[in-house]
């Protein structure tokens, strides 16, 4: 893996290390959980779908 790839990736997971905690704290119950886990499954997936027809 070079330094372009590994330097976003270090990011990625300190992001997901300080956000993942309080994302599982406000979803408490597992239903709250599984809707909130859609929505960002959407966003991320028409932000994935935009930037491929975008750059493509």
């Known amino acids: 893996m070079e330094l372009e790839q590994?330097?976003?990736a270090v990011?990625?997971?300190a992001v997901l290390?300080?956000?993942?905690?309080?994302?599982l704290r406000s979803n408490s119950r597992l239903?709250?959980?599984f809707k909130?886990?859609?929505i960002w499954s959407i966003i991320v997936g028409?932000?994935?779908v935009t930037f491929l027809l975008i750059f493509k």
């Open 11 to 13: 990011f990625l997971i």
């Open 31 to 33: 239903s709250q959980f």
């Open 17 to 23: 290390f300080f956000v993942l905690p309080s994302f």
């Open 36 to 38: 909130n886990l859609f």
């Open 46 to 48: 028409f932000v994935v």
């Open 6 to 8: 590994l330097i976003p």
